[in-house]
């Protein structure tokens, strides 16, 4: 796509904004077409034993696209609003996805229809909602249990595949060691799962024998506050640094991390701050090689991808 070389960041922009309403928009008419064949059975005509069949071998779906895209057809027929929210993109065929497996649990459970009135509620509640939010929203609109057993079943090679439900303060404090154990992953080329978690953390405790900490979240801290803290002298006492060290110290990327705890980067016209926990890393300010210094104020988090974005932008790479 050489055109694309050309065009300003803001052309590029409004070009990818427009198309993604395109493509909300051709998602919306391919559910209508895939309601239509499903209503006519045209499947069935061509030699395929179900609707899933016809649109993975015919039209190369992959089997979870393909479902996902039933899935929401069949919605869309009975509750016709929804056609709206997905141009506008306040649905997406993963909530959709999530919608119909709950419908699909809750008459289970109860032996009874959950009617077309109640499903057109269930989308008004899900709109613009993360999948996560998706799944506690429908969890308590359809009174969904609780699932609190543990299942674990030992598998051919020794491993142990384990199916365990999470307190809300479990799951926090569990991504938040997430974010802290991010580095070691990336280190140890281990992935983000939660099995690679669990053994950087049983790692960490076998080796030091504590016991777990009860530390709280941390608020994400905004650049606002950063900089209003850094005029603040006790808080510069408690930060301070020998700015005469070659390099940072690990201590003082600590401190730095501790300080700021998430991303500060922000995109200079909007103001809006990236906030993410992810991967942090200490940056310079004022670069290093521009003479900036090891001082607190000077010293910033950044996640890894806003911190090389910065230095490819200062190189003059982008
Ligand atoms: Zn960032």
């Known amino acids: 796509m050489q055109v694309l070389r050309k065009l300003s960041n803001q052309e590029l922009e409004i070009s990818l904004k427009d ?33 899933y069949e016809y649109l993975v ?41 999530e919608l119909s497996r709950s419908i699909k649990e809750k008459e289970k459970a109860t032996g009874q229809r959950v009617s077309a009135f109640q499903k057109s509620e ?20 359809l009174d969904l249990p609780v699932k609190e057993f543990e299942k674990q079943k030992m598998q051919k090679d020794e491993s142990l595949r384990l199916e ?15 974010d802290l154990a991010a580095h070691l992953l990336e280190q140890k080329h281990m992935d983000s799962s ?14 030091k024998k504590t016991g777990t900490s009860s530390k709280t979240l941390t608020p994400c801290r905004t650049t606002a506050d ?20 070659k390099t940072l110290t690990p201590k003082t990327r600590q401190m730095i991390l501790k300080r700021d705890t998430c991303c500060q980067y922000q995109d200079p016209k909007t103001g809006r701050q ?11 300010k004022t670069s290093r090689w521009s003479g900036g210094k090891h001082e607190p104020q000077n010293l910033q988090a950044l996640c890894r991808r806003h911190n090389q974005y910065k230095y490819k932008k200062e190189a003059g790479f982008l």
């Open 19 to 51: 198309l993604v309403q395109k493509e909300r928009r051709l998602l919306h008419v391919i559910l209508e077409h895939i309601k239509e064949i499903d209503s006519r059975k045209l499947y069935l005509e061509k030699a395929y034993s179900s609707l």
């Open 57 to 97: 071998k015919e039209f190369g779906y992959s089997g979870s696209a393909a479902m996902r895209r039933i899935e929401a057809a069949r919605l869309l027929n009975e509750v016709p609003t929804m056609a709206q929210k997905i141009q506008e993109g306040a649905l997406n065929l993963s909530q959709i996805g």
């Open 122 to 141: 269930l989308v008004a509640k899900i709109e613009s909602k993360t999948t996560l939010d998706t799944q506690r929203e429908l969890a308590a609109a």
């Open 164 to 178: 365990i439900t999470l307190s809300k303060e479990q799951h926090q404090k569990l991504l938040q060691c997430k």
């Open 194 to 207: 939660w099995a690679s978690l669990f053994e950087v953390l049983a790692d960490q405790y076998l080796q």
């Open 226 to 245: 950063v900089k209003a803290n850094n005029n603040d002298n006790n808080e510069n006492k408690e930060y301070s640094v020998n700015i005469s060290n």
């Open 274 to 284: 990236c906030q993410s926990t992810y991967a942090l890393q200490t940056d310079h």
